[in-house]
T-cell receptor, first 112, second 113 residues
Framework: DTGVSQDPRHKITKRGQNVTFRCDPI?????LYWYRQTLGQGPEFLTY????????KSRLLSDRFSAERPKGSFSTLEIQRTEQGDSAMYLC??????????FGPGTRLTVT | QQPVQSPQAVILREGEDAVINCSSS?????VHWYRQKHGEAPVFLMI?????EQKGHDKISASFNEKKQQSSLYLTASQLSYSGTYFC??????????????FGAGTRLAVHP
């Protein structure tokens, strides 16, 4: 068990560009979550998957955000036409159903 | 719907105790506690399910008061390594265990020698 991994760890992009982040969950975990965290706040839920099915997406999430989890393994989070307000730490977590969520190290996004 | 954590910040000397509270306005199915150090990801501490159970390991324990929809995290004989921000994540009862977590804003804990 190598834990949850995320790539890249840091991303600097210009406003208007698209970015994609990857998350590799703990191998036996069937649930995968994406969160966003800004300074001084707790993680804010974005979306989650059970296996390959996306079960819920935050109503706060604009249409510029999309996530996939093909084959129920790794997941990608794409942000299109980035805005400065998208600057944040993007955290991925995985769990077994009804179990604890284990977080990855996060991807810090800076939009200039 | 975000749970309310109190206090917002605590400063302790090594060996002192602290209690962090997490309250919700909605009926809860579970409460999850995490600790996050600066620049790192949140680390899972424990889960409490409705039923008023208490859990603990080492000198960190927690309780869940179902009637009050409140959970408390108890840190006893604090160590320097306890410093960080503590978050509670709550799962509403209506989800029955299949709902997302909603995190509080956190409690910053600093332990000094």
């Amino acid at each position: 068990d190598t834990g949850v991994s995320q790539d890249p760890r840091h991303k600097i992009t210009k406003r208007g560009q698209n970015v994609t982040f990857r998350c590799d969950p703990i191998s036996e975990h069937n649930r995968l979550y994406w969160y966003r965290q800004t300074l001084g706040q707790g993680p804010e839920f974005l979306t989650y998957f059970q296996n390959e099915a996306q079960l819920e997406k935050s109503r706060l999430l604009s249409d510029r955000f999309s996530a996939e989890r093909p084959k129920g393994s790794f997941s990608t989070l794409e942000i299109q036409r980035t805005e400065q307000g998208d600057s944040a730490m993007y955290l991925c977590a995985s769990s077994l159903a009804l179990g604890a969520e284990y977080f990855g190290p996060g991807t810090r996004l800076t939009v200039t | 719907q975000q749970p309310v954590q109190s206090p917002q910040a605590v400063i302790l000397r090594e060996g002192e105790d602290a209690v962090i509270n997490c309250s919700s306005s909605k009926a809860l199915y579970s409460v999850h506690w995490y600790r996050q150090k600066h620049g790192e990801a949140p680390v899972f501490l424990m889960i409490l399910l409705k039923g008023g159970e208490q859990k603990g390991h080492d000198k960190i324990s927690a309780s869940f008061n179902e009637k009050k929809q409140q959970s408390s995290l108890y840190l006893t004989a604090s160590q320097l390594s306890y410093s960080g921000t503590y978050f509670c994540g709550t799962e509403h009862e209506e989800g029955g265990g299949y709902n997302k977590l909603i995190f509080g804003a956190g409690t910053r804990l600093a332990v000094h020698p």
